[in-house]
């Protein structure tokens, strides 16, 4: 069973600044975390499932990233990383082709009521508004 291990900041090859990213077993995945957001994330259907909330903005974003997407950036750990060690790495994008995404925000976000859900009934509820709607 797939374990999330560390998390922290790695720099991409090629880009000015750095992103946050987590450890899920020997595998690095970038997470799309800007400084504003708060973050929850947990490991389910074999996949990376995360919940970005920005509450000043009013919006929230739920990201669901395979675990078997392959790692193809070339990056570097950064900092923040507790328990791996400094390295060259190959990273999985978290916008790589296979992840999934929905986003509530603006008066959706304000009439659904999202600001103060836990991250498992915003998760529920966005996946099925979003099938729902489809």
Excluded at 46 to 68: K, Q, T, V, W, Y
């Amino acid at each position: 069973m797939a374990t999330i291990y560390d998390d922290g900041k790695v720099w991409l090859k090629g880009s000015v600044g750095t992103a946050h990213a987590v450890r899920v077993d020997s595998k690095i995945f970038t997470t799309g975390k800007t400084e504003d957001q708060s973050i929850d994330l947990w490991l389910e259907n074999d996949g990376l499932c995360l919940d970005l909330h920005n509450s000043r903005l009013g919006e929230r974003i739920a990201r669901f990233i395979p675990l078997n997407i392959p790692a193809t950036l070339k990056g570097t750990l950064f900092n923040g990383f507790e328990k791996t060690k400094h390295a060259d790495v190959l990273i999985v994008a978290f916008d790589h082709e296979g992840t999934k995404e929905a986003i509530v925000s603006g008066e959706e976000y304000k009439e659904g009521n999202f600001n103060p859900m836990d991250c498992l009934t915003f998760w529920e509820t966005i996946w099925s508004d979003k099938e729902n709607n489809q």
